[in-house]
Structure formats: structure tokens, C-alpha cells
């Protein structure tokens, strides 16, 4: 991700950011991706589960990259949002309140938690902020061998997280005509809170894309 966070330049496209994303992890010793990467730029960022196209980054934009390789048999998963230029005050309250969210979720979490209780948490945050509409997918979701594995965080799944299991979480809002922000760890269940497995930074620093 800090590599592609690098090829971010006005004129490229998702197409061939994707295709990016596909030669570093071969060339890095992995073995294949966990999925397709979501590469969506501006409005396409709004789609939760975007599906490339050969639009081409502009100075604007808003990126947002989804990405996961697998190693040694095991999938991998995060999102990180940036800006191709200053974000202004509705794009900054966005971002800070997803990463808010993020960390409240983790800290939510604990062995014998149900996983409702994850989806509860990053629902009431937004619901505060009369914007739980713009949240239109579960919390997270387990992760291992399959990209996607129980348990799914979301409303209605009543079961119990256990010690050790590996899950996402990945709030999100999505405006339809403006854009989209989500940011996604890897979280390991332990008996009194989750643990961050991502290393990769969710502050605005590393966000803001500073072009020459």
C-alpha cells in the first residue's frame, strides 16, 4: 500500500493502478491476491464494492484502494482513503469520524463479544451524526483462508467472537455525488480488546496526497 500510495499521480488509471497492485505482489514473494482490488477514484469511491474501470485519476480525487494478498496460504485485507489534494471541511469531518469509528470498534471488540455488538457500535457513532444511512455494509468480517469467512459483523448475526480468530473491520460512508471513505484493519480477538495486525497508518498525514 505505500508503494501504490506513491503511483498515486493525476492521469493514471484505475485499470493500470490495479494492475500495479498485481505485479508488486508477485514481485514481493506473495503468491496471489485475496480478491480483485477495489480501485475507485472521485465518485466511483461511493461504491462500496467498485469494479475497475479506465477512469483516470484526477488532482481532486479522492482514492480509494481496497487490497489483499495472500501468503503462505493466508489472505490478507485493508482499505486506505486519500486525497489527491487539501481535503476541504466536509471531506476532513468524514475522514476523522471513520477513523474515529475504526477505533471505537476495535476497542468494542473482545472474545465472547457478539458480533452484532461490532455493528451496533459503528452504527450508533454514525447515527449520532444523523449519517447512519450513508453506512451500507456490515462492520467487518472474518478472515483466513478465504477472504471471506464467518463471522460477518453485522446486525443480525448473533454469534460470539472467540480468542484468536481474525476478523476486519471497515466502517465507511458513502455519498453518492461526492465520494466515498473507508479504512480497513485486520483485527486479532484477544480477551480484552482487538489488536490491530495493519501497521499502515490512518492519519491524515499519510491521506493527504502532497504532489509536486
Known sequence: MKI???KLVPGISERNLSIEIYKLALNMGCNELSFSPIVAFGKHSAIPHHRITDRQLKKEDIALIDLGVKYQGYCSDITRTFFMSPPNTKQTNMYNLVADTL?????A???DVLASK???TVYRI??????????????GH???IAIHETPSLSLKNKQKLYENEVT???PGLYYKNFG??????MILVKKERGLILNKLPIDFDFAIIRQQ
Open 118 to 120: 461490532i455493528y451496533k
Open 4 to 6: 501504490i500510495r506513491q
Open 142 to 144: 472474518g478472515v483466513g
Open 126 to 139: 454514525f447515527k449520532k451524526q444523523n449519517i447512519q444511512d450513508l453506512f451500507i455494509h456490515a462492520a
Open 168 to 170: 476486519t473491520i471497515e
Open 103 to 107: 477505533d471505537a470498534a476495535v476497542s
Open 180 to 185: 466515498g471513505i473507508r479504512l480497513e484493519n
Open 109 to 111: 471488540m473482545s472474545a
